[in-house]
């Protein structure tokens, strides 16, 4: 007994000496601006995309401006409210979205600065719009149950005045370093032209480099995918940062391995590391299509969170994982990495439901194979 135990001492002292904590080191940073805070709202697929947005901007002017996410936001609930009335309930109401919604808004009602619309209107310091929400959900419940069966022509008005109370107006014209703009003739200025972009994914289920609407919860607007063989969806990927562009992403973050407070976000190959593998390198699962099929469809993997690559990192024993940009603060308490989540390959295989990208940062190929 005494040989066992000095034997499981010393192994568990090379198991120590093994035991590698995490160190990072820059492979491609892109430039974005500051992380910041969603708040309270859940409208992380606005706060994603604008950044997105703001890089691209960087990409094709130089230009650093902070764009609005509130006006996206108050721009897109009409829309979620038309899609809950026509469909007379049965559909979700929220404060959900995806990247598509974003650049749909854009098309239709330009952007603005934050400094022209914070979307605060003074009802919070931080973003908060889960009483607007209730509200707003309560009076389209009221209009689809009108027991006269005949709805009336003021909803669109009442919805427009509630977001008004509580987000204020949307700017008609506003002045940005010295000269006047609307929201459309903004938007040109940047250069962003909404039609440039598009959103891939990778599933089984239907067939490749074809467009196909996803169905998820968030995806209200019937926003069109690219379906795409896994290695090539993340061969894409890899080749937008590797070519100067920025990636928005839409994925799950409901995993115990997803840890914004330890900055990383990893898939273990053995699920007894689940905590260790937060703070210490470990193999990973090795992903297949068939695998991230199957857990799309038992509802492991669900549409979470939306969020912005902006580069890649490499820890000390090479492997490497992509500088993720998250909308959850930079308090050091709560998350790491200034904000930012390292995510591994193996992550994005399994977790990401699908990236918006400009279509110029795809592969020849794929561009071919797409008919872009």
């Known amino acids: 007994m005494k040989k066992l135990f000095v034997s499981a001492a010393l ?48 990409r094709l002017t130089g230009k650093k401006i902070d764009l609005s996410e509130m006006y996206q936001v108050r721009n897109t609930y009409p829309k979620k409210a038309e899609n809950y009335i026509l469909r007379q309930g049965k559909t979700q109401f929220g404060e959900g979205g995806l990247a598509h919604d974003v650049i749909n808004s854009a098309a239709d009602y330009g952007i603005v600065p934050n400094s022209v619309y914070t979307g605060l209107n003074g009802t919070y310091e931080n973003h908060n719009h889960s009483e607007m929400v209730a509200v707003i959900e309560s009076m389209l419940k009221t209009y689809v149950d009108n027991p006269a069966k005949k709805l009336s022509p003021n909803w669109r008005n009442a919805v427009a005045a509630i977001l008004d109370v509580y987000m204020g107006k949307n700017p008609a014209e506003f002045t940005f370093e ?4 609307t929201p459309l003739s903004f938007l040109a200025m940047t250069k962003i032209k909404p039609a440039d972009y598009v959103t891939i994914t990778s599933f089984t289920h239907v067939p490749n480099y074809r467009p196909f609407i996803l169905n998820i919860p968030d995806n209200f607007s019937n926003g069109s995918f690219y379906n795409l063989p896994l290695t090539e969806f ?24 997803f840890s914004a407070k330890n900055g ?20 990973e699962k090795a992903i297949t299509p068939e695998y991230r099929q199957q857990e799309f469809e038992n509802l492991t993997t669900t549409d979470d969170h939306l969020m912005h690559i902006v580069g890649k990192m490499k820890d000390q024993k090479g492997n490497v994982y992509y500088k993720v940009k998250n909308s959850w603060g930079t308090d050091g308490k709560r998350v790491a990495n200034g904000g930012y989540v390292y995510m591994s390959v193996a992550y994005m295989k399994l977790k990401a439901i699908s990236v918006l990208v400009h279509k110029e940062a795809l592969q020849k190929s794929t561009k ?5």
């Open 11 to 58: 192994l568990g002292l090379i198991f120590a000496a093994n035991a590698q904590k995490y160190e990072f080191q820059t492979v491609t940073d892109l430039e974005a601006l500051p992380v910041i805070s969603q708040g309270n709202s859940g409208t992380c697929w606005s706060f994603s995309t604008s950044s997105f947005l703001e890089s691209e901007i960087i």
């Open 178 to 181: 010295g000269k006047k703009y």
């Open 234 to 257: 993340i061969d894409n990927i890899d080749h937008a940062l590797a070519t100067g562009y920025t990636v928005e992403l839409d994925c799950d973050v409901s995993e115990p391995t």
């Open 264 to 283: 990383v976000a990893v898939i273990p190959a053995d699920s007894e590391d689940d905590k260790t593998i937060l703070t210490e390198i470990k193999p």
């Open 368 to 372: 071919q194979n797409l008919g872009l």
